[in-house]
């Protein structure tokens, strides 16, 4: 299973490069300069063929590709040569004028951010199926035994359910998410339902360092019907079956499923399962294991809630895949914020390896609900990596996109061109920038697959 999702994230992540790096090559072509070799892949060449001046290449790692366009490096020989100027030839890329070069800088980004569009109006075009779970919490102050959590101090109480966050009803869990996760440390009107009464409260989410998330502290409630029994699983070698409601574990009642994660906390060596099937009771026993203070998941899934979104028209698909497109590029923006106020950057910051790992994690899970199911969930993931990418390459940091327009700017309001060495000063500063970020990229990506 671990080939397989290395397989499809490597697969997802090559496409969001390739279409990024085919912004850059159709618009260097439009501006007018020469783009000597645009490639399918990194790494040993194993196919090429030329086509006018262009060599089409098709390389040995499928992670992306590049277009190298004729003169990107004449900076660099203008200023080992201490010119004065960087040579302004005729098809080159400083040879265009930099309004030109500003416009292939942000092609790319550009073209993630249309690919996101067109991925997301086709999901929604297409209809999906959405697994959540009830609007119904649990606090959990009462399944860790204490702590200090935001949702406590609003006062929420378990079996709460929900209705409202601020002007946004509340349908499921997953809206509550949606709700809390985009506004830590913001005063947020709160709605629920009570024993039949409706009570208006106000919580504040705090912000969570190692995600960057808003979190209150409520889990959801879900009821200890069995739905699904993982094979060769403990559950399954203590005969426990989907249908089976759990009524108590060792000795303690279990309103909900969340109950017997509080049992487990206590370590204990096995369990004692009173469950009811059929109009009748059973009771088995299940012994447990524990991987750093973690229990062995026992591999009993619990019912959800699944709907089937409708099916749009493309005109309709194309404005609800824009909005969706927008709604996260404005999310994503408002996280960055959230890197300078004490998150963990080694959590919150994904590298290429633990963005390989999610893309095909997330498109295994899909797939073994069905193909439709596994090519929606890759490729709304997709869309996710491609905002992000497209956000992260137009920051005004040295060697990305954004910094290259930003210096392409400078040029345009000098009216001038650069010296060579404040654009090679300008790169290694970036060459700099760029790699530290990435060896603590990488790094956390370590931490994460030691984790896992």
């Given at each position: ?288 294991s524990y991987t750093d203070g973690e229990a062995a998941d026992i591999g ?102 954004g910094g290259m327009i930003l210096l392409f700017c400078v040029e345009t ?40």
């Amino acid at each position: 299973m671990l080939a397989v999702k290395i397989i499809l994230g490597l697969l997802g992540l090559g496409i969001v490069v390739f279409i990024h790096e085919l912004g850059h090559f159709l618009a260097a072509r439009l501006a007018g300069i020469e783009v000597e070799a645009f490639s399918l892949g990194w790494g040993k060449i194993i196919l090429k063929k030329k086509i006018g001046t262009v060599e089409y290449r098709l390389s040995l790692f499928p992670l992306g590709g590049y277009c190298k366009m004729r003169g990107e490096g004449d900076f660099r020989e203008a200023y080992e040569n201490n010119a004065q100027a960087i040579p302004a030839v005729k098809g080159t890329y400083y040879g265009a004028a930099p309004w030109k070069r500003i416009i292939v800088c942000f092609a790319g980004p550009f073209f993630n951010l249309v690919f996101a569009v067109l991925v997301l109006s086709a999901i929604w075009g297409a209809g999906f199926e959405v697994h959540t779970l009830d609007n119904r919490i649990v606090l959990a102050s009462e399944v860790s035994g204490g702590g200090d959590y935001a949702a406590d101090a609003a006062g929420l109480k378990t079996g709460d359910r929900i209705v409202q966050i601020g002007d946004r009803a509340i349908a499921n869990y997953h809206d509550i998410q949606e709700a809390v996760t985009p506004n830590a440390d913001r005063d947020l009107p709160v709605r629920v339902e009570r024993d039949g009464q409706l009570i208006d409260l106000a919580v504040r989410p705090r912000l969570d360092k190692q995600t960057g998330a808003g979190r209150i502290g409520v889990y959801f409630w879900t009821d200890p019907l069995i739905e699904a029994v993982a094979a060769e699983s403990l559950a399954a070698q203590a005969g426990l079956m989907p249908g089976d409601r759990i009524l108590q574990v060792n000795g303690e009642d279990l309103p909900h499923s969340m109950a017997l994660m509080k049992i487990l906390q206590n370590q204990p060596a096995s369990i004692t399962v009173v469950f009811e099937r059929e109009g009748r009771t059973h009771t088995t026993a299940m012994p447990m294991s524990y991987t750093d203070g973690e229990a062995a998941d026992i591999g009993v899934s619990y019912k959800t809630i699944r709907y089937h979104t409708p099916s749009y028209s493309i005109p309709q698909a194309l404005i609800k895949g824009a909005a969706e497109t927008w709604k996260t590029f404005t999310l994503s923006l408002r996280s960055l914020a959230l890197l300078f106020r004490g998150v963990d950057l080694t959590k919150a910051v994904s590298g290429p390896v633990r963005i390989t790992y999610m893309v095909g994690e997330a498109a295994a899970e899909g797939f073994q609900q069905g193909i439709g199911s596994g090519i929606g969930s890759m490729a709304g993931f997709l869309s996710l990596i491609s905002i992000a990418l497209c956000i992260m390459n137009l920051l005004p940091l040295p060697v990305l996109d954004g910094g290259m327009i930003l210096l392409f700017c400078v040029e345009t309001l000098l009216r001038r061109p650069l010296h060579p060495k404040a654009v090679y000063a300008f790169h290694t500063a970036g060459v700099v920038l760029i790699g530290g970020l990435m060896l603590l990229a990488i790094f956390g990506d370590i931490l994460f697959l030691v984790h896992r």
